[in-house]
T-cell receptor
Framework: GNSVTQMEGPVTLSEEAFLTINCTYT??????LFWYVQYPGEGLQLLLK?????DKGSNKGFEATYRKETTSFHLEKGSVQVSDSAVYFC?????????????FGKGTKLTVNP | NAGVTQTPKFQVLKTGQSMTLQCAQD?????MSWYRQDPGMGLRLIHY???????DQGEVPNGYNVSRSTTEDFPLRLLSAAPSQTSVYFC?????????????FGPGTRLTVL
């Protein structure tokens, strides 16, 4: 089936540390891949996306590259800030039943300490 | 624009009670959907709609009903609440049903069923 596996959290880092959150997927066909972020008390927001192999999505200093050979879409940031503390969700889109649907990973909670 | 609004923010129900979670968007989006978020489970799709008068089931539809009489509104009805429906519910919308269109999420409704 179609699924997304994220590294389990929580992840705790100090400010300015390097961040990697691993995400791998299983899918039939060629899905689009997404990272969503959920700040405390809020709904999810799209962080970045990639639609085909070798595409790199980037936003707010975060990056992720669509790696078809390893079925991965790892999220990275070179220097995290306290304001990056949130829950991060990896997701893929699939076409099913006449429309596209999002399949989410379980989420990884990131805490950045000053 | 208010974006996607959800009411109420919090609700406590007793087993067997019914209620409706409201969702509205003012962006003239075609596509609307309901998710539930449970600890360690990510988001799971309950129901979705690709336009007024059209609804379909997602991954976990049992115990929930939806209707889409207008483009703006997409209420979620719990017919007979059960403790297993304790969760945080998110409504989302996008311009079209293609998931490359950014999904906009509401702030969520936290529901507890006793």
């Amino acid at each position: 089936g179609n699924s997304v596996t994220q590294m389990e959290g929580p992840v705790t880092l100090s400010e300015e540390a390097f961040l990697t959150i691993n995400c791998t997927y299983t899918a039939t066909g060629y899905p689009s891949l997404f990272w969503y972020v959920q700040y405390p008390g809020e709904g999810l927001q799209l962080l970045l996306k990639a639609t085909k192999a070798d595409d790199k999505g980037s936003n707010k200093g975060f990056e992720a590259t669509y790696r078809k050979e390893t079925t991965s879409f790892h999220l990275e940031k070179g220097s995290v800030q306290v304001s990056d503390s949130a829950v991060y969700f990896c997701a893929l889109s699939l076409f099913q039943g006449g429309s596209e649907k999002l399949v989410f990973g379980k989420g990884t909670k990131l805490t950045v300490n000053p | 624009n208010a974006g996607v609004t959800q009411t109420p923010k919090f609700q406590v129900l007793k087993t067997g009670q019914s209620m409706t979670l409201q969702c509205a968007q003012d962006m003239n989006h075609e596509y609307m959907s309901w998710y539930r978020q449970d600890p360690g489970m990510g988001l799971r799709l309950i129901h979705y709609s690709v336009g007024a008068g059209i609804t379909d089931q997602g991954e976990v539809p049992n115990g929930y009903n939806v209707s889409r009489s207008t483009t703006e509104d997409f209420p979620l009805r719990l017919l007979s609440a059960a403790p297993s429906q304790t969760s945080v519910y998110f409504c989302a919308s996008s311009r079209t049903s293609g998931l490359l269109d950014t999904q906009y999420f509401g702030p969520g409704t936290r529901l507890t069923v006793l």
